[in-house]
């Protein structure tokens, strides 16, 4: 079977290809291609994504993202002149720009690049329908559409955290208990072995022993997600207010350290004493699952106001000091909900999942417990936005098959209520 996955949700346009075999007994994945074209520098500019241009960009990369990734799994088909009568050519013209009436750019790039090309030999269309920015779904999804209708494939509509999820799945390299980055073009192939020129080396995704839970962290939320079996999703905690990666975003906001803050936070934070400031860790002690981080933001910022000189030091110290209440609270939780649902498996997933505090702080604290979970953790190169987590989740929904016509984003689709399910 193969997948096709498209990601808009975000600033990261993105398509990959998978290839399984052996489905039902043992699973085998190929990483055919995995594109991913971040707008983050367009954005930061602006010190966030500003939803436009997003949908701006998405317009503008989907069609030569979509090409490079169908060029790198060796499915790009040369166009060609006969491929259908003129009167079905102006039909298929007419419903492709309802489809994409909204999409007008789109469109325009679709027509010549797409159109004239045969149906690639993949099985399904895996797109994200959601939660994200709604217009910088909508284009994702439309061009999904797009596609199913041009090469009559069945869509599968994916939430965006599912496959945060799914990408606690994939072997990684692990040298001395870190978690080795990945070279860039081990992005083809997770195990990180293959090079660009080699063929991917399939490989068996990591099975989920259930009762499992995930903690998940991005710049848009932080949820502690329940799973009993593939597919069950309960949603046991989440935050009241500003998400992990927005409070990493907004402290660095405040020291003028641009966007996104996470990644150079926590190099400052490298450098910094943990101990220098006390800042609060809100929620810490309350009995549920749920977090909030504003009150630490705002921690942050009267201490910043209150100081004479912010010089490079005193950056370190803040970052190294704010890190660690982020997460002492995550972890903290997240061991909570590890004791009180028994799980038998903990995963992490989200751009805030690239942390190094966190991943070492956490897998200390779940060596603690007895009997020890079984403990996966993403590939860093894989926890930020991506399409390979899209058609990997394509694989695990393999069965929840939409057709063209019925598909829409959910700008606020929650993981406990996947739409026409
Ligand atoms: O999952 P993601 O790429 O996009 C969303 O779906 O939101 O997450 C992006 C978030 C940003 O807030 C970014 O600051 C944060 O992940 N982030 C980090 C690190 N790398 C990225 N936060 C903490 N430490 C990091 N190393
Ligand atoms: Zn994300």
Known sequence: MVILGIETSCDETAVAIIAVSGIGAKPRVSVLSNVVSSQVKLHAKFGGVVPHLAKREHQRNLVPVLLTALKEAGLRNPKSEA???????????????????REQDLFARMVPEVLPRPAPKIDAIAVTVGPGLAPALW???????????????????????????????????????????PPKESLRDPTGRANSKTLPIPYSPFPIKFPALCLIVSGGHTELVLM?????????????????????????????????????????AESGNVKAFSFPRPMINSKDFHFSFSGLKTAVLYTLRGLKRVDAKTKQNI?????????????????RAARHYKVKTVMIGGGVAANMRLRSQLAKALRGLSPVPH???????????????????????????????????????????????
């Open 319 to 335: 970052a190294a000091s704010f890190e660690r209440a982020v997460v002492d609270v995550l972890v903290s939780k997240t061991i």
């Open 375 to 421: 403990t996966l953790f993403p590939a860093i190169s894989l926890t930020g936005d991506n399409a390979l987590m899209i058609a990997l989740a394509g694989y695990f929904n393999r069965n929840k098959k939409s057709a063209w016509k019925n598909l829409q984003a959910d700008a606020n689709l929650r993981l406990d209520r996947i739409r026409g399910r």
């Open 139 to 181: 284009v994702g999804v439309n061009f999904a559409r797009a596609l199913a209708f041009l090469w009559k494939k069945p869509l599968i509509p994916i939430n965006h955290l599912e496959g945060h999820i799914y990408t606690n799945v994939l072997p990684h390299i692990r040298v001395n208990s870190k978690f080795q980055i």
């Open 228 to 268: 009993r079996r593939y597919g069950d999703y309960r949603v046991i905690g989440e935050t009241r207010d500003d998400a992990a990666g927005e409070a990493f975003d907004k402290v660095a906001k405040m020291m003028h350290l641009g966007f996104p803050g996470g990644p150079v936070i926590s190099k400052l």
């Open 83 to 101: 491929l259908s009568s003129k009167q079905i050519q102006n039909a298929k013209l007419k419903i492709l720009s309802s489809i994409l009436a």
